[in-house]
Antibody, heavy 127, light 107 residues
Framework: QVQLQESGPGLVKPSETLSLTCTVSGGSISSYYWSWIRQPAGKGLEWIGRIFSSGSTNYKSSLKSRVTMSVDTSKNQFSLKLVSVTAADTAVYYC?????????????????????WGQGTTVTVSS | DIQMTQSPSSLSAYEGDRATITCRASQNISSYLNWYQQKPGKAPKLLIYAASTLQSEVPSRFSGSGSGTDFTLTISSLQPEDFATYYCQHSYSTLWTFGQGTKVEIK
């Protein structure tokens, strides 16, 4: 059974870089998309972006200038870097696996879901 | 990016009641709509994908419907473990978005 575990500093200073890693266990990181999602305290979920095991990425438009995701297949890990952080980046950060399910309706269409999630890690931006 | 709007933001209901949550997309997303359940302090859990397909091991009291821009999540008879926050999320394009969430509370 695939499990995900986020790790990284719980406290980051304003204007610095937030760096998190998600370690995948119980399965291979290859041939999957992987996502990062965040949730400020008491608020909703915000999708940050996704990365394929080959390294191709897609980022939320409003965060694109500050976000970089990478993957290390040798370590079965993928990472998130968010530069120039402010208090608004304080949140619980989740990593998730993206599953692709083919649904047949005359012809096969791929549907993407975030089916396995890490437990989340809290990052606070404060001096 | 496509915007997702859920309503209501919260609802209060009794155990055994039927609960209905709606999600509207800012443009046609066909059936590329997922629903998640989140309990306090926990990661979200996938309930429904492709607008109406139940994820494995999700109870049949949950159902989803809709296509295009308007979608519905229905819980036919609320159980104590269903009181949680529910989010819709689209996967139509390469940039995904969640709705703002609907909190289902015990009346």
């Amino acid at each position: 059974q695939v499990q995900l575990q986020e790790s990284g500093p719980g406290l980051v200073k304003p204007s610095e870089t937030l760096s998190l890693t998600c370690t995948v266990s119980g399965g291979s990181i290859s041939s999957y998309y992987w996502s990062w999602i965040r949730q400020p305290a008491g608020k909703g979920l915000e999708w940050i972006g996704r990365i394929f095991s080959s390294g191709s990425t897609n980022y939320k438009s409003s965060l694109k200038s500050r976000v970089t995701m990478s993957v290390d297949t040798s370590k079965n890990q993928f990472s998130l870097k968010l530069v120039s952080v402010t208090a608004a980046d304080t949140a619980v950060y989740y990593c998730a696996r993206v599953a692709i399910t083919m649904v047949w309706g005359g012809f096969a269409l791929p549907f993407y879901t975030m089916d396995v999630w890490g437990q989340g890690t809290t990052v606070t931006v404060s001096s | 990016d496509i915007q997702m709007t859920q309503s209501p933001s919260s609802l209060s209901a009794y155990e055994g009641d039927r609960a209905t949550i709606t999600c509207r997309a800012s443009q046609n997303i066909s059936s590329y709509l997922n629903w998640y359940q989140q309990k306090p302090g926990k990661a979200p859990k996938l309930l429904i994908y492709a607008a109406s397909t139940l994820q494995s091991e999700v109870p049949s009291r949950f159902s989803g419907s809709g296509s295009g821009t308007d979608f519905t999540l229905t819980i036919s008879s609320l159980q104590p473990e269903d009181f949680a926050t529910y989010y819709c999320q689209h996967s139509y394009s390469t940039l995904w978005t969640f709705g703002q969430g609907t909190k289902v509370e015990i009346k």
